[in-house]
């Protein structure tokens, strides 16, 4: 999902977790959110936080950079589960919406 953004905004955490990944891949800089079941990426984001570093929702995580498709207009938000390749719908994470989890025996 593309958000509207320019060059410098500042970037806020809209979960909390710890950063999984903040750094370069190929042309534009990442910042990775982990929660401990999903894995919440943002780019293009010029981020001061180090992996390990615990953030708080509404946190300030970076700065919208340039590379990528959103190059100065847009940061590309993206959530999969942990541990595989399946990506998730991320406005019910982005709004903070309500989940239906699955009944446990």
Same mark, same amino acid.
């Given at each position: /999902?593309?958000?509207?953004? %320019?060059?410098?905004?500042?970037?806020?955490?809209? $979960?909390? #977790?710890?950063?999984?990944?903040? #750094?370069?891949?190929?042309?534009?800089?990442?910042? &990775?959110?982990?929660?401990?079941?999903?894995? /919440?990426? /943002?780019? =293009?984001?010029?981020?001061?936080?180090?992996? #390990?570093?615990? *953030?708080?929702? #509404?946190?300030? $995580?970076? $700065?919208?950079?340039?590379?990528?498709?959103?190059?100065?207009?847009?940061?590309?938000?993206?959530?999969?589960? $942990?541990? &595989?390749?399946?990506?998730?719908?991320? *406005?019910?994470?982005?709004?903070? @919406?309500?989940? @239906?989890? %699955? %009944?446990? =025996?």
């Amino acid at each position: /999902m593309d958000l509207q953004a %320019a060059e410098l905004d500042l970037v806020r955490s809209p $979960i909390s #977790g710890k950063v999984h990944f903040a #750094g370069y891949v190929v042309d534009r800089p990442v910042i &990775t959110i982990s929660t401990g079941s999903i894995l /919440m990426s /943002m780019e =293009p984001v010029e981020s001061f936080r180090f992996k #390990g570093d615990q *953030i708080i929702r #509404g946190q300030l $995580i970076g $700065i919208v950079a340039r590379g990528g498709h959103c190059d100065q207009k847009c940061v590309h938000v993206g959530v999969r589960r $942990i541990n &595989t390749r399946y990506y998730l719908d991320p *406005i019910p994470y982005l709004l903070q @919406l309500p989940r @239906l989890l %699955a %009944a446990r =025996p």
